[in-house]
């Protein structure tokens, strides 16, 4: 079993949704928009973005192979950036699959057509059957707001990599971002859905205001047996999440600390489950019927035997 971490997080969160509308006799619902606030004091702190970006399309398609078939599209206008500066590449979209035994499951879009999109690491079962999708743009560091960012002094690191520690950026200022050397701009570079990031701030507290689209449907992250930590959470930006909205608790054989959201350095709880089973303990190995994580807070999670998955539910979800 991987050794219990201790980093320390605080978030406060305001929630605001709006809008449903009606038309010709049948209920139509609008996208619904959010918007909170996170308040990061110095130190470190983890914090799970809880929004998406809006859609840029929607359908369904037969898949054959890593390709989706679609319409309507304008070609090539979802392949990944070319900075050309010597800094890494990232995709700049990415769809969602949004029914069926894959809700939740998201997957890079590596170019498209006018009728098609060849997406990165479909799995095979899908292959030849009709999936319901949407494609969003992905959320980047150039997204954070940087309103009261104070310059120079945020290191930001992405975990979730089994290949690397970690990936650390460095804020400068007008909300750029570069990577740890301090050499290339990576505004571009993504955070995934569902995605933990660890900010370190050595200056004085501020806040930072995220807005965007609550998630209606599924989010699925993977969680890495390799990599050093997996910081991940619920896209929910409300102010708790109860265990009823985790589709499945933990995957098999997985460790997730809930991390304090008073600075304090603590693991408030650590979850657990057996061997081949997703059934959720606590520490000590007593049976856990009710869990709340504060809203985009981040839990410290470990794949202790194999890579796995957590599926989290929309906020929305009863």
Same mark, same amino acid.
């Given at each position: ?20 509308? *009606? ?82 499951? !998201?997957?890079?879009?590596? !170019? ?6 060849t997406a990165l690491g479909l799995p095979s079962?899908?292959?030849? *059957? ?83 689209? @609550? ?24 102010? *708790? ?20 959201? *008073? ?25 856990? !019927?009710?869990?709340? @994580? ?22 929305? !979800?009863?």
């Amino acid at each position: 079993m991987k050794s219990t971490i201790k980093i320390s997080v605080f978030i406060s969160v305001v929630f605001s949704v709006w809008a449903l509308c *009606s038309a010709n006799a049948q209920t139509v619902s609008t996208p619904i928009v959010g918007f909170s606030k996170v308040t990061v004091p110095a130190g470190t702190r983890g914090v799970v973005p809880g929004f998406v970006k809006s859609a840029k399309y929607s359908g369904s398609g037969l898949v054959s192979g890593q390709l989706i078939a679609a319409s309507g599209l304008t070609a090539n206008t979802l392949a990944p950036t070319q900075v050309g500066t010597g800094a890494p590449d990232f995709p700049t979209h990415y769809i969602e699959i949004v029914s069926g035994p894959y809700e939740g499951y !998201s997957f890079d879009v590596l !170019s498209n057509t006018t009728s098609s999109v060849t997406a990165l690491g479909l799995p095979s079962s899908v292959n030849a *059957s009709t999936i319901n999708y949407v494609i969003r743009p992905h959320l980047t560091l150039g997204d954070i707001d940087s309103a009261n960012l104070p310059d120079g002094n945020i290191v930001l690191n992405i975990y979730n990599d089994p290949n690397k520690p970690a990936n650390t950026f460095l804020y400068d200022s007008a909300g750029n971002w570069y990577d740890g050397s301090g050499t290339y701009l990576m505004n571009h570079a993504v955070i995934y859905p569902g995605t933990g990031v660890s900010l370190y701030n050595s200056s004085s507290t501020f806040t930072i205001n995220f807005t965007g689209q @609550v998630k209606t449907t599924k989010t699925v992250v993977p969680v890495y047996y390799q990599a050093t930590y997996n910081l991940v959470g619920p896209m929910n930006p409300s102010a *708790s999440t109860t265990l009823s909205q985790w589709a499945a608790p933990l995957p098999p054989d997985t460790i997730a600390n809930i991390l304090s959201p *008073s600075g304090d350095n603590q693991v408030l709880l650590t979850l657990l489950t057996d061997t081949g089973s997703t059934a959720l303990y606590d520490g000590s190995g007593n049976p856990i !019927s009710s869990v709340n @994580v504060q809203g985009q807070n981040a839990l410290l999670m470990g794949a202790m035997t194999s890579d796995g998955y957590v599926t989290f539910n929309s906020p929305l !979800s009863p």
